[in-house]
């Protein structure tokens, strides 16, 4: 009898990193779904299903301990605490987007979240910038520019996206890579639920609740905003252990541009000349970022390969 072949590791990373960025990618097809519901509402659920679902799953495997770890580190607490705030308003805002016809500021929100990221890390820990991430910053900004002049206005709902996570994602930095991905999504609802369920305490003592109001098939579709939290959340986690960091690097690009296919294709969203040229100015800097990023890695391990080869030649 003869065996099916194990596909190798990178194999099974380049799937599992497909389903997380095609998942959230197709968020915007679910948020419609928990209408009349509104984006606090949902957000709401959605923080304490998701603590459900991740205390299921790390007591399935028996990790509850990494959770309760971080209650005894008041450091890494403070930064997930704050991490908790930048994802919930990351959150809201992106439901709201959907909601309220924007998903392509959504998705402008996630193609710029790379360049805030670059810009982060100068405002932040001081990062030195190599003059191709000068170049893509610059064409950002034009971009962001030129949205603003055609719209009347700066677009605050993918700025806000933008840098909400990329700070969230800098104070998940910070936090250290002893604090894995489930674990620090449930320390961060946990957080946040105390809130969460005294507002929908309140939702429900005004008479204003859409849980168990419209139905079961609604109930069942707020409760399962913490499977969708969870899963994309741990198919990207299992898939950055298999994969180099500059492929996730290309495979985030997958989630903006099927928001942006949503958006327009689906919800028919209209795109004036001045948001297609502000877009194409992102997708230029997105480019050259790209491109340098490779050749920066590129570089950096055929250092490490040299300094590798001359050290055993010195031995």
Not at 67 to 84: D, E, H, K, M
Request: glycine share 10%.
């Amino acid at each position: 009898m003869t065996s099916t072949p194990t596909p190798p590791p990178a194999r099974w990373g380049l799937s599992l990193g497909l389903g997380a960025y095609l998942l959230w990618g197709a968020m915007p097809l679910y948020f419609p779904l928990l209408e009349p519901a509104g984006a606090l509402e949902i957000i709401a659920h959605r923080v304490v299903w998701s603590l459900v679902f991740c205390l299921v799953l790390l007591a399935a495997t028996r990790t509850l301990s990494r959770f309760t770890a971080v209650f005894r580190q008041p450091r890494t607490l403070g930064v997930l605490a704050v991490a908790a705030v930048l994802i919930v308003t990351n959150w809201v805002t992106y439901v709201y987007a959907v909601l309220s016809n924007h998903v392509l500021d959504a998705a402008l929100g996630y193609y710029i979240n790379p360049l805030v990221t670059v810009l982060l890390g100068v405002v932040a820990l001081r990062e030195r910038l190599r003059p191709a991430q000068w170049v893509a910053l610059g064409f950002g900004a034009a971009a962001v520019a030129v949205i603003s002049t055609g719209v009347g206005g700066l677009p605050w709902i993918s700025l806000v996206l933008a840098f909400s996570f990329g700070s969230y994602s800098l104070m998940k930095n910070r936090a250290g890579r002893s604090v894995d991905a489930l674990p620090g999504l449930a320390v961060e609802t946990t957080l946040a639920t105390p809130f969460a369920l005294a507002y929908l305490a309140w939702l429900t003592a005004t008479g204003v609740s859409t849980f168990g109001q419209e139905g079961a098939g609604h109930a069942l579709l707020l409760v399962s905003a913490g499977v969708v939290t969870g899963v994309p959340l741990l198919l990207f986690g299992a898939a950055a252990r298999r994969l180099p960091l500059s492929v996730v690097g290309m495979l985030q690009y997958l989630t903006p541009t099927l928001q942006f296919l949503v958006g327009l294709l689906v919800f028919g969203e209209h795109m004036s000349p001045t948001r297609w040229i502000g877009f194409g100015l992102v997708w230029v800097a997105l480019v050259v970022l790209t491109v340098d990023g490779t050749q920066a890695a590129r570089a950096t391990r055929l250092a490490a390969a040299a300094g590798a080869t001359a050290a055993r030649r010195a031995g």
